[in-house]
T-cell receptor, first 111, second 112 residues
């Protein structure tokens, strides 16, 4: 089955800097890769996703890139703000199997 | 639009007691997922339903855990008897046709 590894587990950046979180997956059949943001006391919220027929996708300050050959994908947050502080999860899904999540990255944006 | 609704938001119970967690998926969604989140193990999929039918319950840790989905708008996760190691945050998520899942706010369970 699918295995998703996520790095780093914690990340601190200065406000205004960029943050990058990386994930690798094992199942070459996986074709859907979402990213979730979880704020304290809340459920994970889908913020952006990418499918295997696309190499990059952007939505304002966040972007996701996918390298199917290397089986890795990354989340990029530019011009970070304090409200970006949260735990971020990547996930992979292939075919008829449900999402498999990474262990999460705790992002702290220091004002 | 109302998102996924879970109740209760917090539950504190004593070891050995029965616990029932409830979930109302987003209206029209046909898949429902139960997850458990702990610091040690992260987000674990316990069971999921498609059109009210359980598809995969291989993530259910023990026979003490059971889940039902009697109709398209309601699901329960029951733990009987509960143990301290069941303490965690339990999430319900739902999806429509595609793989995008939408999570509820979670139930924080504490078993003393």
């Amino acid at each position: 089955g699918e295995n998703v590894e996520q790095h780093p587990s914690t990340l601190s950046v200065q406000e205004g800097d960029s943050a990058v979180i990386k994930c690798t997956y094992s199942d070459s059949a996986s074709n859907y890769f979402p990213w979730y943001k979880q704020e304290l006391g809340k459920g994970p919220q889908l913020i952006i996703d990418i499918r295997s027929n696309v190499g990059e996708k952007k939505d304002q300050r966040i972007a996701v890139t996918l390298n199917k050959t290397a089986k890795h994908f990354s989340l990029h947050i530019t011009e970070t703000q304090p409200e970006d502080s949260a735990v971020y999860f990547c996930a992979g899904e292939g075919g008829n199997t449900p999402l498999v999540f990474g262990k999460g990255t705790r992002l702290s944006v220091i004002a | 639009d109302a998102g996924v609704i879970q109740s209760p938001r917090h539950e504190v119970t004593e070891m050995g007691q029965e616990v029932t967690l409830r979930c109302k998926p987003i209206s029209g969604h046909n898949s429902l997922f139960w997850y458990r989140q702990t610091m040690m193990r992260g987000l674990e999929l316990l069971i999921y339903f498609n059109n009210n039918v359980p598809i995969d319950d291989s993530g259910m840790p023990e026979d003490r855990f059971s889940a039902k989905m009697p109709n398209a708008s309601f699901s329960t996760l029951k733990i009987q008897p509960s143990e301290p190691r069941d303490s965690a945050v339990y999430f319900c998520a739902s999806s429509l046709i595609g793989p995008e899942q939408y999570f509820g706010p979670g139930t924080r369970l504490t078993v003393t």
